[in-house]
């Protein structure tokens, strides 16, 4: 109904309708073309939205999602049936490893952490779910922390829309690259036999 609307919702979520595109990253006058609005109202409005970590805006005046939205979209279900299946995996990998484990995704160049499981040991890595990270090689989300080492692991071969890695990381002296990999490939090989594995994908794909 007519009376029900909020006009600068309603252009709030215009602009972030023209980030469900292949493109990742716009211009102002990008997103001036995409929804005729002018420039001015487009900046007050971007504003808000980099507030709240809707969009970012890099270095070069150009815009890309933020973190909420992803935030966000984890509370759907699909999201929670993802923690149901990895969960107990990652609880399994800190527990033989005696090393932190976690899920990861990447997106717009950028690692987060989705899950984790931490080994009952003083000395470990301390990670948390939501904390993030510039990525440092486009090849691996693993993150570059002062004594430390992470060694990752894609899970691509199950959720083609989503590009989710299993890590391992821990005290530098400690953890074994060889054998983290080792782990992780086991991992990701049980978890893409896991009935779970087919439960999880098919909502993700709609």
Known sequence: MAQDRVEAVERALTILDVFDAPQERFTLAD??????????????LLGSLERYDYVQRGSD????????????????????????WIQPALDALAEHSGET????????GRAECLLVAMPGV????????????LLGDPRSPALDFAGGIMVCQALDTVLESRALWLSLSGPA??????EAAARLNAAVGDLTRSPASRQVAAPEAR
Do not use: D, M
């Open 122 to 133: 003083a000395l470990r890595h301390e990670l948390r779910p939501g904390e993030h990270w």
């Open 61 to 84: 005046g150009r815009y890309q999602l933020g973190h909420s939205p992803v935030r966000l979209a984890r509370r759907h279900p699909p999201g929670r049936q993802l923690a149901a």
């Open 101 to 108: 484990a976690a899920l990861l995704e990447v997106a717009a």
């Open 31 to 44: 997103l001036a073309s995409a929804t005729g609005f002018y420039k001015s109202t487009l900046l007050r």
């Open 173 to 178: 002296g400690r953890l074994q690259p060889p």
